[in-house]
């Protein structure tokens, strides 16, 4: 199997991506991953790419959780993920609401800013998943390649602003694993393109 150069980075969004979005998940038992989750993300790791969950959790802002909540929900999701094979690089979060006015709340770039300090990250060989505008336009504000999933109401309206031209992305996919299928392809075309020219 060709692997991936270890640079190739995945910014992968959480609710809505990952899990149902159930509006705000608080708890634990809440979380509910799709059902193609955990394989779709062992095959990013298998590849050798570097998958960092960058996720909005305003819940906390609003009193809805505390931080420790968060830590316990992210808990759980890595050991669904290990125990399935697969395994999250690092997660980022921004706990602000909307009105706080903060840099890092999706679509700003500051989680991936910050992700940048912790990790070896290629913006031009990044890619961000997730199935809100936002997750498409951080993926612009950054120069990683976006590509949405459908998988929500808010990614069928996302889908919908893609068809009129008011919104941007490197493609459309109907779920997770369907992202990864496009991913793995580009970055395999990318790799024989700079072998070519080289």
Not at 112 to 123: G, L, S, Y
Request: aromatic content about 4%.
């Amino acid at each position: 199997m060709r692997h991936l150069h270890d640079r190739v980075t995945i910014f992968l969004d959480r609710d809505g991506t990952l899990n149902h979005d159930i509006g705000y998940v608080t708890s634990p038992d809440a979380l509910t991953l799709f059902d193609d989750a955990v394989d779709a993300v062992r095959r990013l790791n298998h590849a050798g790419s570097q998958v960092i969950l960058v996720t909005n959790q305003s819940a906390v802002g609003r009193g809805l959780m505390s931080l420790a909540d968060l830590d316990a929900i992210h808990r759980r999701l890595k050991d669904m993920l290990r125990a399935g094979g697969a395994h999250l690089d690092g997660i980022v979060f921004c706990p602000h609401q909307p009105e706080a006015g903060c840099r890092c709340r999706k679509p700003a770039s500051g989680l991936i800013d910050q992700a940048a300090t912790i990790f070896d990250i290629d913006m031009h060989r990044s890619y961000v998943i997730g199935d809100k505008r936002t997750d498409m336009e951080l993926a612009v504000h950054v120069g990683a390649v976006g590509v949405l999933v459908t998988t929500s109401p808010f990614g069928q309206q996302a889908l919908r602003e893609v068809e009129t031209g008011r919104l941007c992305v490197g493609a459309v996919a109907s779920n997770l694993s369907g992202a990864v299928d496009w991913i793995l392809e580009n970055s395999r075309m990318r790799l024989r393109q700079k072998s070519v020219g080289s």
